[in-house]
């Protein structure tokens, strides 16, 4: 059996794709196929201290910046990509967290009413201790400070979407996308259907270590180094991403 493609991929400036779908592929892969890529955070590395406010340096709608789309050969709507995790880790020795006037659970949206005042805007700075696998978060008023365990995972994984569609980077729906599931870690198994020619496969929002959601609209955000394993299942459609991992679905 011949050994499988091995693709290495760093993006350069202007090469992230911000969309599910209407993105030119950036490598072509045929599978069983090996992927070796670095991800940029969801800020596109633009906030790299506490002055740094997301309002400020980035530019919405311009987040969670995608490496790829990847050309999937063979890859035919009705098929299913396997997308096996292999390992995750953060690419620098910090990540970021922040709060932002009007977004995340925590403060009234433009969906949302609330009676408090919005939260201040600020950003927090983690350090890592990529040895002992550890994430220090240290509060910004007083002397607290904690190591807490890293669990490296992606925020956003996905395929084009059907029908011509061109979704957000910052959406979930069918065709993957920014699921913010903790369940994206090494070791698993993601299953996406595919729903054009290629596939047009993509990840990246990196997390050093997120609960259930992103409660005030982010996580621990970090660039990350991903080794993963690309596969096809040919004939077998799956209408809703699926994740697999040795215990559990």
């Known amino acids: 059996m011949a050994e499988p493609q091995v693709v290495t991929l760093r993006p350069g400036p202007g090469q992230y794709a911000w969309t599910f779908g209407g993105a030119a592929p950036l490598a072509r892969v045929t599978p069983p196929a090996i992927l070796e890529v670095f991800t940029e955070d969801c800020f596109a590395g633009r ?4 002055n740094d406010l997301v309002s400020q340096v980035c530019e919405f709608p311009y987040l969670n910046p995608q490496t790829g789309p990847f050309y999937i050969d063979g890859a035919e709507p009705g098929d299913t990509l396997a997308v096996h995790f292999i390992s995750i880790e953060p690419a620098r020795d910090w990540g970021v ?4 006037p009007l977004f ?3 403060s009234a ?3 949302t009413a609330l009676l408090h005042e919005p939260l201040p805007e600020l950003v927090w700075m983690w350090q890592f201790d990529r040895l002992r696998g550890t994430c220090r978060f240290t509060a910004r008023k007083g002397d607290y400070a904690v ?3 890293m669990n490296p995972m992606h925020g956003t994984v996905g395929v084009a979407p059907a029908n011509l569609e061109v979704r957000s980077a910052l959406v979930p729906d069918a065709f993957g996308g920014n699921m913010d599931t903790p369940e994206m870690r090494a070791g ?3 299953y996406l259907g595919v729903n054009v020619e290629g596939a047009l496969f993509s990840l990246g929002d990196g997390h050093a270590r997120q609960g259930e959601g992103e409660t005030c ?3 621990v955000e970090c660039a990350m180094n991903t080794v993963l394993a690309v596969d ?4 077998r459609p799956c209408a809703w991403p699926r994740l697999e991992s040795d215990v559990h679905i």
């Open 232 to 235: 096809l299942i040919k004939g």
């Open 104 to 106: 995340g659970a925590l």
């Open 188 to 190: 698993v198994t993601c």
């Open 109 to 111: 949206t433009h969906a």
């Open 217 to 219: 609209g982010v996580a």
């Open 97 to 100: 967290s922040t709060t932002v």
């Open 47 to 50: 906030v790299r201290g506490e």
């Open 147 to 149: 190591d807490l365990p």
